[in-house]
Each structure stands twice: as C-alpha cells, then as structure tokens.
C-alpha cells in the first residue's frame, strides 16, 4: 500500500497545494518576491506569470540576468549552502508562486523520486541554457544575440507561427540581457522589424522569418545598413 501510494505521487499537484513547509502566495506586477541581499532559506517556483532577476554589482550598476515563465524554480541556490540572495526576483504581471522551504525541499528531494526527477531536469535545461548563453556573449554578434533573445522571450520551438513576447518589455531590458547599448537594441529592432522578422501591435511580436534568419546564419542579420 506504501508502494501504492508512492507511485501516485503527482509533482504538479503537490506544487500547486499549501502543505508542511509550502506556500502559495500572488505577487502584483512590479512587487518583489526576495531582493538581492536577503537571507536565502527556501525554493520557489512559479504557477502563473513571469519573474524578472535582476542583480546590482558593488560599483551599483543594475542588469537583467534572465526571465522566468510558469513551470520553473528560482531561489535554489539556498540547496547548494548560498546564505544570501545572490539576485532580485521581481513580478513582471500578476504572479502565483509556491515558497517551499529548504527543508521541506530536500525532504521533497530524498523522499519523492518523481519530484526529484522533474527538478534534475529543469536543472540540466538551466545548465544547458547557461552554457548558450557563455557561447552567445563570447561568438555572437550584439545583434544575433538580440535575435536569440527575442526567439526565447516568444519561446519559439513550440509553436511554428508567428509569437508574442508575453509580456511587455523595454528596450532597456532588452539591453541589459545581451549587454548591449539601448541605442544599439533600438537600431536592430528597426532593422529587425523593416525586414519583417518583427512587428509591433502592443507587444513584441516575432516572426518565424527571424528564426530562419539565426538558423540558417543569413547575411541579413548582420548585413551592415
């Protein structure tokens, strides 16, 4: 019957319930959930919305390090001994996370090898995203790691049509994820957008032709205007 009950384990489920060591709380748009500095003593992960990470260097200098959609944790630096939040999370839209406790995590992890399966894997797409994003600052181009960009704000992959950035996004963010003037990021989404591999209709939308531009490597891409 123990075995039973096991094998019912459901992961989505029991992120999505308040229980020992969980919690299930809404953040407004603009509201943090930790700041950079904060005491680091849970795992949170995200039910509805889009978080934005950001981190200040010691000379003060602000940048957007990622943006995170529905079904990803952030926070877990806590599991690996980090005593204090090394970023700041912020709501971009109206969000629900669930706040697991350190405790209550590893418990999770030890206890539950389907919970533990799907964190491993969100862990192995993190990794493998950090390392295209080392490749993408160290080879690209500005401009091509602008395209990349829009391409995963839009998650082209899923979809073959055209796509909408969820969520509205300055050309300063923009900028500050691909370390890039905004001068620079405004001129290549102009060009971007008179060769059709964007438009404009409140959000961002990207086209599948951009996507063909960065698979196939076209010269449009950094043709020089």
């Known amino acids: 019957m123990v075995k039973a009950a096991k094998d ?10 308040v229980g020992a060591g969980k919690s299930i709380s809404k953040f407004g748009k603009g509201q943090n959930v930790f700041a950079q500095g904060d005491v680091a003593d849970a795992v949170f992960y995200i039910q509805e919305g889009k978080i ?10 602000e940048a957007v390090v990622g943006i995170l959609e529905p079904g990803q944790f952030f926070g877990e630096g806590c599991l690996n001994g980090h005593p204090l939040r090394i970023a700041t999370t912020t709501a971009m839209e109206p969000c629900i996370i669930t706040r697991i406790s350190k405790t209550a995590m590893i418990a999770a992890l030890e206890g539950k090898p389907k919970f533990s399966q799907l964190f491993m894997a969100y862990l192995l797409a993190r990794n493998s995203r950090i390392e295209e994003d080392l490749i993408d600052q160290l080879f690209n181009s500005s401009e091509k790691r602008l395209a990349r960009l829009l391409l995963l704000l839009a998650n082209f992959g899923k979809e073959a049509s055209s796509q909408p950035i ?32 964007i438009s404009y209709n409140g959000k961002i939308e990207v086209h599948s032709s951009l996507l063909n531009a960065v698979l196939r490597d076209k010269s449009e891409i950094d043709r020089k205007d």
């Open 166 to 197: 969820g969520v509205t996004i300055s050309q300063e963010t923009l900028a500050e994820m691909i370390g890039a003037t905004r001068s620079r990021v405004s001129f290549f989404m102009n060009k971007f957008r008179k060769l059709g591999f």
């Open 8 to 17: 019912l384990f459901d992961p989505s489920a029991f992120l999505a319930k």
């Open 52 to 61: 934005k990470l950001t981190v200040v260097s010691d000379q003060g200098k």
